[in-house]
Every structure is written in structure tokens, then in C-alpha cells.
């Protein structure tokens, strides 16, 4: 009763107070609304994101070690140590579950046999390029050698797994026939890919046979004992797909694209496939290299001698795509101690940060808003309370 009348009786400061802690109590709502909004607004971004993390050699760290190292046979002992990713690093980490599957890819660029014409830009390369060409370079005597130049017309993406991040994100898709799988790989069966305007251009359709040649023949490989024959490899198609990489002439640099920079002259094979065509190229330069270099240990060193099973011991680009943008920070950390000291897993953050810095500077401005008001209620709170008291000093 003397509680209702006490607040009943003195409307002023029973309305200041109901004020005072109304705007206390929204302050401090706002303050974490915005702050989940921000944490919020950092997830759906991360999502938005591509989940991909790039398996690398940490170079820097590595030269950096080496620079440190004074006595010059230490050192050169610590550069045949040199750090390098294999196909079995990237399949052990390819068993977590988070994984959906990896880009492992080869690039080069080829020639395409007889009977094939690549899809033309028509633009002023092309024209170009028809008026000839000379490709020179030095002979062992040191006389220069010419010949004519011609420029490759077709690039190979090679990957060492039955899927690629670009059929999984959709930017390429199958329309006819089929993928490689893993069969294909282990045998390195010779099988390929080809785009609907490159089989269109040429006639083709999946079952049919083509030949690819992934150097000019010169002067300089019938020295090594490679013949022409040596650089051709044929190919069975076995699927047809699109693409979302098209070429268009309001590109800035439409005129100067080769053929090959045309995405419609994309082939897509196995890695073990491309190799298999190059493997006997690379054994005989070796050899060529070995006989000419009788006392370089590097190539009388049969280890080292080219072979279907170590000619794909180094891995430059190796990409990593998991099923959830979310899992990327934690699958990073959990294998940042797994893969060896002068190899990392990055996460390609860089762009998220940079979209996330604003986020993090409102949840922090929110962060500081919440702590004054909290700071703010308690000194009004304890103030409202003593006065209070002091209108009670009768009965306490």
C-alpha cells in the first residue's frame, strides 16, 4: 500500500524514472542488435563466398630460412631439401568429410592435328599471326637458328581428380557423354573433353578420335632424338560441355587474345592422361641432358630419370573446395600443423577481411555503446537507490 502511494503521489519522478530506465533498457537492445547484426551480416558474407583454400609451398618462409644459413654447403644441402607437394598430401587431405574435391591442375597449351580448326576470334592477332612468324634461338655453337613460328591453338586443363571446382560451382557443365573418373586416371587413360562450339566448329561428337601435338618440332628436338611422331598424342572424346567463360569483343583486350586464350578452345583431360603423352619427351631430353652433363649428379642420378610414377611428384596448384564457406576458418587450423613447415593451407581471406573490417568496426562502436550504457545505469541506478533511502530514514 505505502509502495503504490509512494509512486502515486509523486508522478514527476515515477515518470522521470520509467523514462530513464526505458532508454537505459532500449540503449542496451539496440546495442546488441546491432551487434548480432554485424556477426550476422560477417556469416551471410562468408557464404556468399566461394569455399576454397589453396594448397601451397610457403616460398617465403623457406628462402628466408635459407638466407639465415651462412656456411655455404649447409646451405646448399638445405635447398635439396626442398619443400614440394605430392598427390598423396592433397588425397590425405581430401579424406575429411568438409572436402567436396580439389583442382589439381595441369595447364598447357597444344596444337591441334590435322583436320581440326580451332573456334576464331577474327581478331587482329589472328590476322597477324597468318603473315608468319620466326621463333629464333642459339645453337650450341652460338650461331642462331630461325624457324618459323606458328602459335599454339588449343589449351589443356589437366586435373588429377574425376571432378573439377569449375563442373561443382557450375561454370562448366556436361551436355553430352561424360566426365573422367577415376579409372581414367589410374590408367591414364588418352580421353578428353571439348567444348560445344569446338565440337560444333569440327564436326564432333563423343566417341570420336582427335590429335593434339604439344610442341613444334625443330632442329633442336631432332638433336635430343625426339621425333615429330613423339610429340602427337590422340585423344577419344568422351564428353562435350559448356562453359560461362565466353570471349566477347568489348573485352579491352579482344584484339591480342590468342586462340588458345579463347575458352571455346579449352580441352579437359585427366593429368595422368597428359603426362602419359608427354612422358616420352621428358625421358628423352633427360637422357639427351644426362649424356651431355656427365658430371651433374642431378642427371646421373636414376631417381630422377622420368617416370608415369614420379613425373608428378611437384604440385604448384593444388585448390581446395569444402562444402560449407563456414568450415573454411576451422579446416584451415585444423591442418595448419599437419601439412609440414614450409607448406600452408591459406584461406584466401584477403577479400573477406576486407569486407568484413566495417562490420567488425560497427560490432566494436556497438560493443562500446552497450559497456557505456551499462556503466551509465548502474551509476543512475545506485544514485535513484539513495535517494531512496534517504526518504526512509525514519523506518530503516
Known amino acids: 500500500n505505502r509502495a503504490i502511494k509512494n509512486v502515486t503521489r509523486k508522478l514527476s519522478k515515477t515518470i522521470l524514472l520509467i523514462i530513464t530506465f526505458f532508454v537505459i533498457g532500449n540503449f542496451v537492445i539496440i546495442g546488441l542488435s546491432v551487434a548480432q547484426a554485424s556477426e550476422s551480416a560477417k556469416t551471410l558474407t562468408r557464404q556468399k563466398m566461394r569455399a576454397v583454400v589453396s594448397y601451397v609451398v610457403d616460398y617465403d618462409k623457406f628462402y628466408r630460412d635459407a638466407d639465415q644459413i651462412e656456411d655455404e654447403d649447409e646451405r646448399n644441402k638445405f635447398y635439396e631439401n626442398y619443400p614440394k607437394i605430392t598427390l598423396e598430401d592433397v588425397k590425405n587431405v581430401l579424406k575429411d568429410e568438409r572436402v567436396k574435391t580439389a583442382n589439381v591442375n595441369t595447364t598447357a597449351t597444344a596444337y591441334?592435328?590435322?583436320?581440326?580448326?580451332?573456334?576464331?576470334?577474327?581478331?587482329?592477332?589472328?590476322?597477324?599471326?597468318?603473315?608468319?612468324?620466326?621463333?629464333?634461338?642459339?645453337d650450341g655453337d652460338g650461331n642462331e637458328q630461325c624457324e618459323p613460328y606458328f602459335e599454339p591453338n588449343a589449351f589443356i586443363k589437366a586435373n588429377y581428380f574425376p571432378s573439377m571446382i569449375e563442373l561443382e560451382d557450375g561454370d562448366f557443365v556436361v551436355t553430352s557423354g561424360r566426365f573422367y573418373d577415376q579409372?581414367?586416371?589410374?590408367?591414364?587413360?588418352?580421353?578428353?573433353?571439348?567444348?560445344?562450339?569446338?565440337?560444333?566448329?569440327?564436326?564432333?561428337?563423343?566417341?570420336?578420335?582427335?590429335?593434339?601435338?604439344?610442341?613444334?618440332?625443330?632442329?633442336?628436338?631432332?638433336?635430343?632424338?625426339?621425333?615429330?611422331?613423339?610429340?602427337?598424342?590422340?585423344?577419344?572424346?568422351?564428353?562435350?560441355?559448356?562453359?560461362?567463360?565466353?570471349?566477347?569483343?568489348?573485352?579491352?583486350?579482344?584484339?591480342?587474345?590468342?586462340?588458345?586464350?579463347?575458352?571455346?578452345?579449352?580441352?579437359?583431360?585427366?593429368g595422368t592422361s597428359y603426362y602419359r603423352s608427354m612422358l616420352k619427351i621428358q625421358q628423352r631430353s633427360f637422357d639427351y641432358y644426362a649424356e651431355q652433363n656427365p658430371d651433374e649428379p642431378y642427371y646421373q642420378d636414376p631417381a630422377n630419370r622420368p617416370t608415369e610414377e614420379n613425373i608428378v611428384s611437384n604440385l604448384y596448384d593444388v585448390t581446395i573446395l569444402l562444402n560449407d564457406p563456414l568450415d573454411v576458418d576451422q579446416f584451415v587450423e585444423d591442418y595448419s600443423s599437419q601439412v609440414g613447415e614450409y607448406k600452408k593451407l591459406d584461406a584466401n581471406n584477403e577479400e573477406f577481411n576486407k569486407l568484413a573490417k566495417p562490420l567488425d568496426t560497427l560490432s566494436d562502436y556497438a560493443t562500446f555503446i552497450i559497456w557505456l550504457v551499462v556503466i551509465n545505469a548502474i551509476v543512475i541506478i545506485t544514485l535513484v537507490t539513495a535517494l531512496t533511502l534517504k526518504t526512509r530514514e525514519y523506518e530503516i
Do not use: R
Not at 592477332?125 to 634461338?137: R, Y
Not at 578420335?209 to 613444334?216: A, G, P, S, V, Y
Open 183 to 270: 579409372s581414367d586416371i589410374d590408367s591414364g587413360n588418352m580421353v578428353v573433353l571439348v567444348t560445344e562450339a569446338f565440337a560444333s566448329h569440327n564436326g564432333l561428337s563423343v566417341g570420336d578420335k582427335i590429335e593434339l601435338q604439344f610442341n613444334t618440332y625443330s632442329e633442336w628436338y631432332e638433336e635430343m632424338g625426339i621425333t615429330e611422331d613423339d610429340m602427337k598424342a590422340e585423344f577419344e572424346v568422351i564428353g562435350i560441355y559448356t562453359h560461362n567463360q565466353a570471349v566477347t569483343p568489348d573485352m579491352p583486350n579482344y584484339d591480342w587474345l590468342s586462340p588458345y586464350e579463347n575458352a571455346d578452345n579449352m580441352l579437359l583431360m585427366p
Open 112 to 138: 591441334l592435328g590435322e583436320g581440326l580448326d580451332f573456334v576464331h576470334l577474327n581478331n587482329k592477332n589472328e590476322e597477324n599471326n597468318n603473315s608468319g612468324g620466326q621463333s629464333c634461338w642459339i
